[in-house]
């Protein structure tokens, strides 16, 4: 069954680094999404991607936040300059179509932890 | 904005049967959905309803009433492995962006 990979699966740094987490959607899926749930806590839109450029973003994706499509596979997520409160599981997430009855497949996250 | 509100938790023994309720208040509304996620690994999707009624796929059906603006999750035939946590999500716009609830967590014992 097609699935959602994301690298790596943990990934601890200082606080004002920058840090990438990278995803590959599945193939033909053309809907790409971040979402990140801070630990025992709910899952939170951060962004999602359509046809190169961002569709939608929440209060939190900020100026320190940004998503590339690199290449036709790749979509990665990059944090610019962490803040503690940035630790969290972020996690990747893709689409065939544009309503949620489609379904999202996620991927199995990057455990993000700033110190 | 958007609220939703689903019980913490819920315990229940194999082979029962148990509802997950939700209830929700947004600005714009154009589905309800539902996941799955074990130990925090990836939710996974397990249904979703846009009109009213009962949608059912296997041991699992999900419930809809736009009017109340509540819904609800039934699991039949427990099993051990269904014991996680199940996410309640709704769109609030055209878009397939979701907005989650706390989460329930179910606690299947033998």
């Known amino acids: 069954e097609p699935e959602v990979t994301q690298t790596p699966s943990h990934q601890v740094t200082q606080m004002g680094q920058e840090v990438i987490l990278r995803c590959v959607p599945i193939s033909n899926h053309l809907y790409f999404y971040w979402y990140r749930q801070i630990l025992g806590q709910k899952v939170e839109f951060l962004v999602s991607?359509?046809?190169?450029?961002?569709?939608?973003k929440s209060e939190i994706f900020d100026d320190q936040f940004s998503v590339e499509r690199p290449d036709g596979s790749n979509f990665t997520l990059k944090i610019r300059s962490t803040k503690l409160e940035d630790s969290a599981m972020y996690f990747c997430a893709s689409s065939v179509g544009s309503t949620a009855g489609y379904g999202y497949t996620f991927g199995s996250g990057t455990r993000l932890t700033v110190v | 904005g958007q609220s939703l509100e689903q019980p913490s938790e819920v315990t229940a023994v194999e082979g029962a049967i148990v509802q997950i309720n939700c209830t929700y208040q947004?600005?714009?509304?154009?589905?309800l959905s539902w996941y799955q996620q074990h130990d925090g690994g990836a939710p996974t999707f397990l249904s979703y309803?846009?009109?009213?009624g009962l949608e059912e796929t296997g041991r699992f059906s999900s419930f809809l009433s736009r009017s109340d603006s509540y819904g609800y999750l039934l699991l039949q035939e427990l099993q051990m492995k269904d014991s996680a946590s199940y996410f309640c999500a709704v769109s609030p716009g055209g878009y397939s962006t979701l907005t989650f609830g706390k989460g329930t967590m179910l606690l299947v014992s033998p």
């Open positions: 309803n846009a009109l009213d």
């Open positions: 991607f359509y046809n190169n450029e961002i569709s939608e």
């Open positions: 947004t600005s714009g509304f154009y589905g």
